[in-house]
């Protein structure tokens, strides 16, 4: 199957077929419900079939492709999937309603409908005798107008202009572009030869941005400025290692040499950046994850990558601790501080961490208890601003952090194992449900089978994506295929476990499936990038002499 064209061709066509019947099931569910979803939408999102189907062409017909055709095909089960859930949530009343009367009155409207129609259905002649006068009495169920100016909104020149139209199709493109460059022997040098200055000047403008210009780690609206600098940074890592790595396993007492580490040191802790400026502890983790994979397929020695953790993590541990102390000046000098000197010590390291940082760890382990502002520093501007305006702890604290968690936690509970059908659960009652908490919708839907395949897809993409990196003939791609591989990986894991509250939640996003801007055309870019590998490596174009060969 790996290296058939056509079984790929079916499963895309079976994919289509599945997909239409899950728009028709949506479709039909908010019909029961009193509103119309927009059946141009649910033909956009199967139009989106037609250029992959051309990418699949290209590849197989153009660059006579003779890698792992599954990488390509497990992907599009992905996206597939997140269109129909996006489908689900966008074209609800209650979800898109921008204004929180708004959201109450299309969900009383839901309700009604419901209620109308259960009556119509379950009722008796008797009981409809006594409520109604006539034992045959229908109730007239029309669509609401949230359902109707829904439908006619969107028009043919809207959907054509639509950022949920152009987004995929630059994604595709993006993976266009990506396979093309890595296909590219003189662009493959280059990229290696240029991969710390690469790093450096691709990183520093987006540092600016985080720390300057974005708001809780978003910028130009829900922009997140981290994404696109994925790609760069594994490449600037993967190239360091290439050109260093033999000089890595040579060490003294378990260090390696300090000319050749220190460039290591300075692109492994860039990731640290957003920690502190935007406190957006999943990036970092998704980083790191991602890094210590590196030096593991690079290096293969034990004691080296215990050495790289130890000191990665006394550099942490060491501007935490200095971050603190700074915290804790401002503090004295602002004449805010009241407490004893010990517990001001105790403190230091506490305040080094970001406040956001507590509040998601805190929210994992105690869930929908509240934070005691006395002995939570991090919340006590909260705690006065609910007190300020007469509302309790316990508010404040579930309708700010946990109601978002706890709604989709009961949305997974509630899916069991076949879900509630595609349209017929609540997942609009779950903020940002079509992005950070995608995994929830799809679990309360579709089910634990639903978020199995997705779980499963994304090992069977780890799983070929690895075997991409072994049978690599050179360091460099291998590096850029292990990466791929991880970055992916690890942000599915960091998401959907804290969707299911295993880690803590951090508000990234799933790969393929999340709604999203950069995240998407990313994703597809490094799909494309780990594609071209595979390639690479089953063709006369395997390996390229300058670059650094796997001993």
Known sequence: MKNRPSSHFIILIFLLALDGLAYLAIYRAGIARGFSPSLLLAFRDMALF?????????????NKYRGDLTIFTVAILLFSIGQIMQYRLFTDPEYSASKRAEVSKARLAKANTLQQR????????????????????????????????EESYWTLSRIFSSFSTLIPLMAIIGFRLAFTMIMREDILLWLQR??????????????????LYSSGGKFLGNTTPWEPVKVTFLISYAGILTQHYRNLSRTYWGIPPLRFVLPFILIALLPIVPFFALADFGQMLVFLGAYVTLYIVAVKRVPQVTMAIFLMAVLLGGAIFAAGIYNTVLDVFSGDSD????ERVKGVVSQGVPRRIHQRFYLWEHGGLPPNPAE???????YDDAESRGISNEEMWYNKYAYQPSQALFGVSDGRLLGAGLGRGYPESVPIADSDFIYAAVAEEMGLLGGAIIIAAFI???????????????????????GISSFLAFQAIVNIGGVIRMLPMTGITLPFVSHGGWSLITSF??????????????SEQGTVPELSAVN
Do not use: C
């Open 194 to 211: 240029n991969s710390f200055f690469l790093g450096l000047a691709t990183t520093l403008p987006f540092v600016l941005i985080a720390i």
């Open 376 to 382: 939570n520093w991090w919340w006590a501007k909260e």
């Open 50 to 62: 037609l250029p992959l189907f051309v990418v699949l062409v290209w590849l197989v017909r153009r």
């Open 118 to 149: 259960y009556i119509n259905q379950y009722y008796d002649a008797e009981k409809k005798q006594v409520l109604f006068g006539d034992p045959k009495y229908q109730i007239p169920i029309k669509t609401s107008d949230s359902g109707s100016s």
């Open 525 to 538: 870019f490094m799909l494309g990038m780990l594609m071209a590998i595979s390639h690479r490596n089953n």
């Open 460 to 482: 069977i993409l780890l799983v070929a994506g690895m075997r991409a990196a072994i049978e690599a003939r050179d360091m460099f791609t291998k590096l850029i295929a292990a």
């Open 339 to 342: 407490i004893s000197a010990v």
